[in-house]
Nanobody
């Protein structure tokens, strides 16, 4: 059983920052070998990719809407992936999910990911 647990969401004013964390655990889960992604879903909208960290290259990908404002990073010793979000705006309001996949390469689609966290709400007020 693999578990991903997000934390760090909350309410922030426009222009503010938040850091999301996603802690991974599980007997058969090899965090260092798996690619990780952050997705978000706003009410009435599809779940879209925000940022990914690929394996084995470690290459990162950012959606255009967050490029230059968000940073994905990981600490393999802590089995944790982070999403640093700066210069937040109301359009960033959504439930944010972390996800893991054993597939190599850059994975941008939700269907590519095997494991998901429960999500954490991020609300940005204007």
């Amino acid at each position: 059983q693999v578990q991903l647990v997000e934390s760090g969401g909350g309410l922030v004013q426009a222009g503010g920052s938040l850091r999301l964390s996603c802690a991974a655990s599980g007997r058969t889960f090899s965090f260092a070998a798996d690619a990780m992604g952050w997705f978000r879903q706003a009410p009435g909208k599809e779940r879209d990719v925000v940022a990914t960290n690929s394996r084995p290259t470690g290459r990162t990908y950012y959606a255009d809407a967050v490029q230059g404002r968000f940073t994905i990073s990981r600490d393999n010793a802590k089995n944790t992936v982070y999403l640093q979000m700066n210069s937040l705006n109301p359009e960033d309001t959504a439930v944010y999910y972390c996800a893991a996949t054993s597939q190599s390469g850059t994975r941008l689609y939700a269907n590519d990911y095997n494991y998901w966290g429960q999500g954490t709400q991020v609300t940005v007020s204007s």
